[in-house]
């Protein structure tokens, strides 16, 4: 008897909740959304004024709004309707404010927000970072970069700086010229259900960068990115959130030029408490990488239910067709553009801090190269388990093999080697079990082993199905 009211008060109070958030339409605030004219000013004034009350600035469809650099605040549910888009503008004159602090070397802001709360980027809409725009020409497996003085213009797309309950949701976001979503000092994170598309020839487009950030759950999103995927970080610039730690990510798919995992390379102080599962990497020159080349160190990471396809590239991207590499150099020094911000302050070379309790595991992978585990000396790899991982290596492109790249390492950054199914260097307890390794039909000479192994200490391998490329000719283990 009582159930139809209570249903009418149910959906009463839903209408109330929903009428109570208010919504700030940006063209009600004078954006044009012409695709020709800079809306900034106008999409600030909306979310300026949202953020005192709280509530849903719109971008309405079916336009483009074309804007400069702008600021997200507290308080605000940035909504991207299906249809609408927000276009950065092509002008470099417009990106003044570098994306580092006072290292001016590696981009800018375009969208940005610093010590912010209770923000949302929602809707099915675009953000295009409009990356093409800010290139030199295209070559055949990437753009030139253009030259720069001090200030490198090209934007990065979003860059929260030290916030906390950021949700960016269901969103097409992407086209960067350089990062794309940048996450620095944030705590209590969500990011699920994007879709992030960057040319794959487009250096430097990392898709998301989770930097000295913290409680960060990263789900069911599709990301194509010409550099990293989805990279975990702590950048010298920003060493006052300390470490990066309590990270998910599950359900996801990937594909990059370069590295689709990636924790480092920059790392002074601790990555920890990761777990990536149930993702699907595609196409890429690396598929998992843990890459420490400072002093920070990483701990108690887990992979698992992974499918990586991988192929080897050009010497443009990083990588050699490592389906997994775990490896501890320390940086090189060297000219490079940005170096007096790579050390600690005042040094000219740094050290490399450890990596220990990395577990594999239910991994497929496909490539042209295997597994690679190498450090510069035995303390700096420890406890480091590989559990029903599959290895299948065919030679599939024309790029040149037989070739690990442990770059940026002031030794050697390209190492010659045989291509074996797992290549162990230098390491402290490493565990192989119920794993295999096969060969396709195309296997050069330099294909070898279903398990290499040069100074490691406590090697435990069991159920290990696999021979070496030419059985004949070598045997399956070599220690």
């Known amino acids: ?25 940006v063209k009600k605030y004078g954006a044009k959304g012409d695709g020709k004219t800079n809306d900034a000013i106008a999409i600030q004034k909306a979310i300026d004024a949202c953020s005192i009350t709280g509530g849903q600035v719109l971008i309405p469809a079916p336009f483009t709004f074309l804007t400069g650099p702008f600021n997200v605040k507290s308080n605000v549910d940035l909504h991207i309707e299906g249809g609408a888009r927000i276009l950065a503008s092509p002008d470099e004159k417009l990106y003044a404010e570098s994306a580092f602090r006072e290292n001016k070397g590696e981009g800018t802001i375009w969208i940005g927000g610093k010590n912010i709360e209770n923000f949302t980027i929602s809707g099915n809409g675009k953000i295009d970072g409009n990356g093409i725009s800010f290139m030199g020409a295209e070559e055949e497996d990437a753009y030139v970069l253009k030259p720069f003085n001090v200030l490198d213009p090209r934007p990065h797309v979003l860059t929260i700086i030290g916030g906390k309950n950021i949700r960016i949701k269901d969103v097409h976001i992407g086209n960067s010229a350089y990062w794309t979503i940048h996450l620095v000092g944030c705590n209590d994170v969500v990011i699920s259900g994007i879709t992030l598309l960057n040319s794959l020839k487009v250096r430097n487009s990392d898709g998301i960068d989770l930097d000295h950030s913290k409680n960060v759950r990263i789900s069911d999103c599709y990301i194509e990115s010409g550099d990293d995927c989805i990279c975990l970080k702590n950048r010298r610039e920003f060493e006052e959130f300390g470490a990066c730690e309590n990270i998910t990510v599950t359900n996801c798919t990937m594909t990059s030029s370069s590295c689709a995992i990636k924790i480092g390379s920059e790392n002074m102080d601790a990555i920890r408490q990761v777990v990536f599962n149930n993702c699907i990497i595609k196409n890429s020159n690396r598929g998992v990488g843990i890459q420490n080349r400072d002093e920070g160190t990483v701990s108690d990471v887990i992979f698992s239910n992974m499918i990586i396809e991988g192929r080897l590239t050009s010497d443009t991207w990083w990588g050699k067709a490592e389906p997994i590499y775990v490896t501890a150099y320390s940086r090189a020094s060297g000219n490079h553009k940005d170096a007096n911000w790579r050390f600690p302050k005042g040094a000219t070379e740094g050290k490399v ?33 590989f559990d029903n991982v599959s290895v ?11 070739v690990y790249d442990r770059r940026p390492s002031k030794l050697e950054g390209f190492v010659k080697g045989s291509t074996s199914g797992f290549y162990f260097d230098n390491a402290q307890r490493i565990k192989v079990q119920s794993c295999s390794v096969l060969w396709g039909k195309n296997k050069p000479d330099y294909f070898a082993y279903a398990i290499e192994s040069k100074n490691v200490d406590a090697l435990i391998i069991s159920n290990l199905e696999g021979q070496s490329a030419f059985p004949d000719e070598l045997e399956a283990v070599k220690k």
């Open 392 to 402: 299948f290596i065919d030679k599939t492109t024309s790029n040149q093999g037989g």
């Open 1 to 25: 008897m009582m159930k139809k009211p209570i249903l009418t008060l149910i959906i009463f109070c839903l209408s109330l909740s929903v009428a109570a958030q208010k919504i700030y339409d």
């Open 353 to 385: 801090g450890a990596i220990s309790n990395i577990y594999f595991s239910n991994i497929q992978c496909t490539s042209e190269n295997g597994v690679y585990v190498s450090a510069e000396s035995k303390d700096k790899i420890n406890n480091v388990v």
